[in-house]
């Protein structure tokens, strides 16, 4: 019997925090699925009393390539809803 093992690519988005004053993206790891989108990781020191993330973790967002000052990054624009996530990512 051949065992099939998942393989999910990992990569940095960024997530906007709300109610900072000014622009802030956090920084996070994310899954990359296989429509482009990815699920939002939880990381060790997450602490939502902290910081109020536009996309908790365990979210799925699409992402858009954006220009920074400091280069380009994948920023999380929206969250899919539970009916599109069986649609592809445009």
């Known amino acids: 019997m051949l065992a099939v093992r998942a393989f999910y690519m990992t990569e940095t988005i960024y997530i906007a925090l709300e109610e900072e ?6 920084p996070a790891r994310a899954y990359r699925r296989e429509d482009g989108r990815y699920i939002v990781l939880r990381p060790a020191a997450y602490d939502p009393a902290a910081e109020t993330w536009r996309f908790p973790p365990g979210s799925t ?8 000052a400091g280069g380009e990054i994948l920023a999380a624009v929206r969250e899919v809803l539970e009916e599109d ?5 445009v």
């Open 21 to 26: 004053g000014v622009a802030v993206r956090r």
């Open 85 to 89: 996530k069986g649609r592809r990512a």
């Open 61 to 68: 967002v699409e992402v858009e390539r954006q220009e920074t």
